[in-house]
């Protein structure tokens, strides 16, 4: 059964369901008064953060299930200023395919990591998403997995939802991390949760889902790029 761990913010955090090497864990920020899902619909929207994958993101894409397709308002993409042709394969992607509702931006210069997650958080809140998805253009993380993980949002349970690669029946290394990292997640997911007193199996997933509103509550923007 899933382990119980202390969220962020003193807020209780579960592990949800387990495929694709990927487990969930949802986070509940406190009082959060919304109406249930079944009065309003969600507004959901993908971002694609890419840099230099134009390699793997058709692969990536083609990867997202129907079902998520035809639920989200929008899949925006955001490229960093790839030094490749990302920016142009997803172009010629959304044309090939005829996926209208897949936007492609390019920032002016590169923003890193951290930056280009943020341009693409404030385009989410500025475009009155409910829900938004991080997918990582070069498919590292399973977007098989994005109902599972989608369930716990729309349902009211949880303000983040991370994919954990490290949770009971995952197998990172199986799935092409190289030990060093495996070793540096295991570490500093260890002091991290010493520090804070949460439990989580782990601080460095690039899988995330959040809602939008919790967002507007926390100063992301403080945070390095």
Known sequence: ?????????????????????????????GANPALPASQRRKR????????????????????????????????????????????????????????????????????RYGGNQKAGYDYAIARGIDIVVMLHADGQYAPEVLPQLLEPLERDEADMVFGSRMAAGGDPLAGGMPMYKFLGNRILTWIENRITGMNLSEFHSGYRLYSCAALKRVPFKQNSN
């Open 1 to 29: 059964s899933p382990d119980k761990i202390a969220g962020a913010l003193g807020a209780p955090a579960t592990a949800f369901a387990h495929a694709n090497g990927v487990s969930a864990m949802a986070v509940t920020l």
């Open 44 to 111: 959901i929207g993908a971002f694609v953060i890419a840099y230099n994958a134009v390699n793997k993101l058709d692969w990536t894409l083609d990867r997202i299930p129907e079902e998520v397709w035809n639920k989200v308002d929008e899949v925006f993409l955001f490229d960093d200023c790839s030094t490749d042709n990302t920016y142009y394969a997803a172009v010629g992607y959304k044309h090939v395919k005829t996926v209208d509702k897949l936007t492609i931006h390019r920032n002016a210069k590169n923003l």
